[in-house]
């Protein structure tokens, strides 16, 4: 079974930083590309961040760009956010989902999402 | 920027009901379009892939259609437990952008 599980969120001050991990299992990790979508309260999905399966690649949303960085360890099969500079607008429910393996791809499997909450 | 809109925003509708929720993309993104559920609380459970294709385990009475620009996602029969917010999705332009329309509240009437 498919299994993705974040954690890290929090409170963090204006300016802070705070580091999210998704820890996955049920399915070979390091095949699959993985995202970061976030979801403001009260508002729709927003995507954020994907990378590659060999964690080589990694692409960013316009309004996380230079402050976010995703990354991965295939040995841990774990995949991590790193958000600096957070602000208000990036208070958000943060989800890891993974990229199905075909060509027109959707996420297929979410995580249950952790709550980040920047605020003084 | 693909930008993805659906209509309507929210919906009231009964229970047997046959519902249908659309989404434009801002271009052509042949079938690269996917829809999500979202129920309160939880994270989005996808249901239709490459604008027409069943998720494994989803009812039969969910379909997709559409290619280009203009999708729809049906619900022939509404169950109680398809009253949630849902989302179209394009891939077109992944691993550089992705993008999701605004979502559709489904309520009870």
């Known amino acids: 079974e498919v299994q993705l599980f974040e954690s890290g969120g929090g409170l963090v001050q204006p300016g802070g930083s705070l580091r999210l991990s998704c820890a996955a299992s049920g399915f070979s990790f390091n095949i699959y590309a993985m995202s970061w979508v976030r979801q403001a309260p009260g508002k729709g999905l927003e995507w954020v961040s994907s990378i590659s399966a060999s964690g080589g690649s990694t692409y960013y949303a316009d309004s996380v760009k230079g402050r976010f960085t995703i990354s991965r360890d295939n040995s841990k099969n774990t995949l991590y956010m790193q958000m600096n500079s957070l602000t208000a607008e990036d208070t958000a429910i943060y989800y890891c989902?993974?990229?199905?393996?075909?060509?027109?791809?959707?996420?297929?499997?979410w995580g249950q999402g952790t709550l980040v909450t920047v605020s003084s | 920027d693909i930008q993805m809109t659906q209509s309507p925003s929210s919906l009231s509708a009964s229970v047997g009901d046959r519902v249908t929720i659309t989404c434009r993309a801002s271009q052509s993104i042949r079938r690269y379009l996917h829809w999500y559920q979202q129920k309160p609380g939880k994270a989005p459970k996808l249901l239709i892939y490459a604008a027409s294709s069943l998720q494994r385990g989803v009812p039969s009475r969910f379909s997709g259609s559409g290619s280009g620009t203009d999708f729809t996602l049906t619900i022939s029969s509404l169950q109680r437990e398809d009253f949630a917010t849902y989302y179209c999705q394009q891939s077109y332009s992944s691993p550089q952008e992705y993008s999701f329309g605004q979502g559709t509240k489904l309520e009870i009437k």
């Open positions: 989902a993974k990229e199905a393996n075909q060509l027109i791809a959707p996420f297929d499997y």
